[in-house]
């Protein structure tokens, strides 16, 4: 196995898969005020492939049938999107906590200087925004 050079990588996108995955991208635009760039249709209504941007932080994902990603189940993804200042974490939690989403993880400030709170979309998965960045 080579060794490990931080040049060869140059950043992690997560994937998800919806059941409704029109839907699930309708919500994540209304309520975390993300940007669908891309959204390529395939067979019965399909997503075969989508891209949703927070900013410079992209998420693809598509429907769970008829998409290009590795088969996997609704509901079991996790993605943590870093948010610029405490400020703009408390508005985000305002606008989600009115949209109506279920709250997993209620703001806080945690022990290693975040500022965060997660949620969960429609179809289970969690979505986490805060301003804990890793270096």
């Known amino acids: 196995m080579p060794a490990y050079s931080p040049a060869r990588y ?32 395939g067979p019965d209504n399909a997503v075969a492939h989508a891209e949703v941007w927070f900013g410079t932080a992209c998420v693809m994902m598509g429907s769970l049938k008829g998409n290009d990603m590795p088969p996997h ?6 993605v943590y999107i870093v948010v610029e200042s405490a400020e703009q974490v408390n508005e985000l939690y305002e606008r989600v906590v009115a949209a109506g989403a279920r709250i997993s993880i209620t703001l ?19 979505w986490g925004f805060g301003t804990y960045a890793p270096a």
Not at 73 to 78: D, H, L, T, V
Not at 113 to 119: K, L, M
Request: with cysteine; charged share 25%.
């Open 73 to 78: 189940r609704a509901g079991e993804g996790c």
């Open 10 to 41: 140059t950043h992690a996108i997560p994937c998800l898969s919806y059941a409704n995955a029109h839907d699930a991208i309708a919500w994540l635009v209304s309520t975390f005020d993300a940007d669908a760039r891309h959204v390529y249709d």
């Open 108 to 126: 806080r400030d945690t022990e290693y200087g975040s500022r965060d709170f997660g949620c969960l979309d429609p179809e289970g998965n969690f």
